[in-house]
């Protein structure tokens, strides 16, 4: 079988191909602030970035055809994890947004789709996109029955990290209590009971700790304070709670490997800034260990700043008491979606459908 993968992120475009559990090819292509400003809506960007994955299959010299493509999926209506078949109304939801989240995610299930109708006999999936939700009861109440809690997260790397720490100790994921913390450019902290993701911050609305490009949580007051204060329009004001914030908003740039450079050469603010960011991390996983009342098999760092020794070995040292603390820096999405798609493909595992 014949997959090719899309996963659209904030910054890069990954594409892989592969040939049933063997990826035959593994492609991230970087985007600069500058090429992605020109489109003002994040689904503008769909011919732009489609061209790109059809230009490096050319490149690679690998045929559009396909058993298969799946795609990172979108923020559409929360919803149980797992494979799901594209349809109409995931596309409707997607482009004309339910819940209205301007995110790079969205365009991977755009954008396998469309690759997907071209090519005779071949199904178009996407797997535990971020909206997936497993929140239990107690977890969905905040204080205003205005504004239940939902969350939007790392769910398909949180799940296949989970997954790869399970086969490795040769236990079952369903079997676990692991506490995940992805430190991306937004930083995501669940709590798995069992297989189940029973509560996570919402790390893109503006919840739990600040990350490379997230405000976190904010003084509520003072934010609608700010509202009304006639200085912002709505759409800057959001930009303040991701794309512009955390330490993007604190210190000019959303890139760790550049902060710690200039950390190494003197830079107190800095210095101050990484470690406030740390120390609200640490206070998140701290929280989800209530969560599963202090029964923890493990914490589980990963994303790309757990390539940061600094920023693992802090966190360590400050909830090393709660469970042991493994590092998977980087993420393992492309050969999730992968495996999603083909174990559909081989009648392991049956799509869902969204409605
Ligand atoms: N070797 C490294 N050392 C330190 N930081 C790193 C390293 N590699 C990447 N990072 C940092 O990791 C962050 C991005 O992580 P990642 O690539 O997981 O995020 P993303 O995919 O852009 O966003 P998200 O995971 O939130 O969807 C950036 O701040 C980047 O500078
Ligand atoms: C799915 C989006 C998760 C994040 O980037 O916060």
Known sequence: MRILVINPG???????????????????????ADELAVYDAITEQQDFRRNLVIKELHRANIPVKFDAVIGRGGLVKPIAGGVYEINEQMLNDTLHGCVM???ACNLGCLIAHEIAITIPNCRAFIADPGVV?????LARISG????????????????AIARRYAREIGKRYEDLNLIICHLGG???VAAHEHGKAIDTNNALDGEGPFSPERAGS????DLIRLCFSGKYTEKQLLKRIAGKAGLTAHLGTNNMKEIQERIKNGDKQAQLIT???????????AAEGAVLCGNVDAILLTGGMAHSDYITNELRRRIGYLAPVYCFPGENEMEALALNALSVLKGTSKAQIYQ
Do not use: F
């Open 275 to 285: 470690d406030a960011m740390i120390y609200h991390t640490a206070k998140q996983i």
């Open 10 to 32: 904030s910054t890069s475009t990954k594409i892989a191909v592969y040939e049933d559990e063997k990826p035959i090819l593994l492609h991230s292509i970087t985007h600069s």
């Open 186 to 188: 937004g930083i995501s």
């Open 218 to 221: 904010l003084p509520a007051a």
């Open 101 to 103: 989240h301007n995110h």
């Open 133 to 137: 939700d497993e929140l239990s009861p």
């Open 144 to 159: 205003s029955p205005l504004m239940p809690r939902i969350c939007i997260w790392h769910a398909l790397n949180q799940r």
